[in-house]
């Protein structure tokens, strides 16, 4: 594998641009000018394969989408002169002050991987950042862009560290911004962007990759984006989007599949709901919108409400249908998927703390059905949802002792996550399968032993892989580890960092071809509708099939029928009230996923 030394200069003959090394910094040319990064010594990661890594934060992609360009699509970044000091990370993306994790004993752990309180928010905030170890323009490295989580509310990029993925493999790793909240995705009446401005500036990040990567040492030829919540619903979307065709060759979504209710092109009701909170009048149309962008970021940002929940437009251009709808007639970019949900998904983070105290009697069991089932109605509005009510406790609770509360708070929690994360993902591995492509499921089963603080029931939940997949394990602090992880652990993070490199480098997780390193890893089956394969990923991992297939076949065939809808569509409708199960919950308080 070709490298740069210190002092080494390389020329990249096809754009006649320079890039080069010198002493500890790197300079290297994009189209919008020159930036220096840093070099970054990795003797503070566990056996990484590569002594130093090079890291280039808070460059631009698109201008600021400030002022007349706020509710607009991402226009490109204004050209700098010299070079641009690339070596501390740019904004976050506007948003309101996080309040995560809610309890203290969380907090030195979970604040260690996504404390971004540290990082200025603004407007200005469409950066991102680049992770590699080679910068020579024929290195032909894999590109992973991650999608970060959070609600589409908050969260940044610049809080996954980069460091360890890209000290251990052969890839350049870039982590982006994006619009969030109401400056993301209020829908407009604009006939170029109606909405999805959030989803619009991921995919001129993509467009950024594909002009500039190559100079960062990546191949634009091979480029996997990869995303966890709302970062994997973000990835499922860009995979039903044509505006996406093209910009990425294979993705991996984790507990999100995309399949989120979407609202119809014109409908700005949430708009107006907006523009009255923060003292602009509605009509006409014209005067709201130059309102809405005359108005401090600060107000817009305190103008919450659920009924104005970051949703995507059907608008025509990034999304062309509703998702459901994609998914049933398989308009998917026909692209290589790995994708897979935690096997206790609704464990802590997103649970109601209080009954893990006491546990659940059957009618309390019943008693919250109505609640939680309350978006089946508005999904299948010909349907009773009182009459899904018996269903619902007959599949939970007739295996259970219904004298147990903790058995029944147990069965409740998996219904949370089978309804919220599972059923979705189960149709998108179905429809993507079914594609002259390759697929892979997982589903992710380790409770890691540093989290001492969770009730012991708690297996592994929402957000517990991200740990794995970005090397926390592997990071050091003088000559200990930095976080008391198992030797076990640090080998399943290096697994499952080898497994996401290899699938974004061959479309195989098993294909160690062009590896940093080999790791003697459990063979990963692909998953075929015939054979429904899928990795149990845990200190152990296994394969098995059909992943909890009764009651995927609940949520996804029965259901739709008790509610009124022919097999035409079974299996896809109910797609829009399962993310609203848990959507408004965690915007109110999971905000930094």
């Known amino acids: 594998m070709a490298d740069v030394g210190s002092s080494a200069v390389c020329t990249f003959i096809a754009l006649l641009r320079i890039c080069s090394v010198i002493a500890d910094s790197v300079v290297v040319s994009t189209t919008s000018g020159d930036v220096q990064g840093y070099e970054f010594q990795t003797s503070s990661i566990g056996s990484p394969a590569f002594d130093r890594i090079y890291v280039f934060k808070g460059i631009p992609y698109a201008a600021p989408p400030t002022g007349d360009l706020r509710f607009r699509p991402p226009q490109d970044p204004t050209p700098w002169e010299g070079i641009r000091d690339a070596s501390s990370f740019g904004d976050k993306c506007a948003q309101q ?131 966890e919540s709302s970062g994997g619903h973000s990835v499922a979307l860009l995979v039903m989007s044509p505006m996406a065709t093209g910009l990425f060759h294979r993705a991996i979504s984790q507990s999100g599949a995309g399949l989120l209710p979407a609202r119809q092109q014109g409908d700005v009701t949430a708009t107006e709901a907006v523009a009255s909170a923060v003292g602009c009048a509605t009509t006409p149309y014209g005067e709201m919108m130059s309102c809405l962008r005359g108005k401090p970021a600060e107000d817009i940002l305190e103008a919450g409400s659920p009924a104005v929940f970051p949703l995507p437009v059907i608008d025509g251009h990034f999304l062309m249908d509703n998702p459901k709808d994609l998914v049933r007639k398989k308009k998917l970019n026909r692209i290589d998927y790995l994708l897979g949900t935690n096997n206790d998904e609704y464990g802590w983070m997103l649970s109601i703390r209080n009954l893990y105290v006491d546990g659940l009697s059957a009618a309390e069991f019943q008693a919250r059905m109505p609640n939680d089932l309350f978006f089946v109605g508005l999904t299948y509005p010909e349907g009773n949802t009182s009459a899904l009510i018996p269903a619902v406790v007959h599949e939970y609770l007739d295996s259970v002792d219904t004298d147990d509360p903790f058995a029944i708070r147990d069965q409740y929690f998996q219904f949370k996550t089978d309804m919220g994360f599972l059923a979705s993902t189960a149709l998108m591995v179905e429809a993507q399968s ?11 089963q380790h409770r890691s032993s540093i989290f001492p603080f969770k009730p012991d029931s708690v297996k592994a939940e929402h957000l517990d892989e991200l740990f794995y997949v970005f090397g926390i394990p592997l990071l050091r602090e003088d000559s200990s580890w930095k976080l008391p992880f198992t030797d076990q652990e640090r080998d399943l993070s290096l697994d499952i960092m080898a497994y996401w490199v290899n699938f974004a480098n061959n479309g195989d997780p098993n294909n160690y071809s062009g590896a940093a390193c080999l790791r003697d890893s459990v063979d990963w089956p692909r998953y075929k509708p015939s054979s429904k394969h899928y990795m149990k990923l845990d200190l152990t991992s296994s394969s098995d099939t059909d992943l909890r297939g009764d009651r995927m076949k609940f949520w996804n065939k029965v259901v739709p029928k008790l509610m009124g809808e022919d097999e035409s569509t079974s299996g896809v409708l109910q797609l829009s009230w399962s993310i609203w199960s848990f959507a408004i919950p965690l915007a109110y308080f999971l905000c930094n996923i």
């Open 97 to 227: 002050p996080s309040t995560y994790p809610m309890q203290p004993e969380a907090a030195p752990l979970y604040g260690e991987f996504w404390n971004h309180e540290n990082i200025s928010a603004s407007e200005d905030c469409l950066n991102l950042n680049v992770y590699t170890h080679n910068v020579y323009v024929l290195a032909n490295q894999p590109v992973m862009v991650w999608i970060h989580g959070g609600s589409f509310t908050q969260g940044t990029g610049s809080s996954y560290p980069g460091e360890v993925l890209a000290a251990h493999h052969n890839v350049v790793l870039v982590t982006i911004n994006y619009r969030l909240g109401h400056f993301g995705f209020l829908p407009t009446l604009e006939d170029d962007a109606p909405g999805n401005f959030g989803f619009r500036d991921q995919i001129k990040a993509l467009q950024w990759v594909q002009a500039n990567i190559r100079n960062f040492g990546g191949d634009p030829e091979r480029v996997t984006i990869f995303g």
């Open 434 to 444: 079914a594609l002259p492509v390759r697929v892979y499921q997982y589903e992710f």
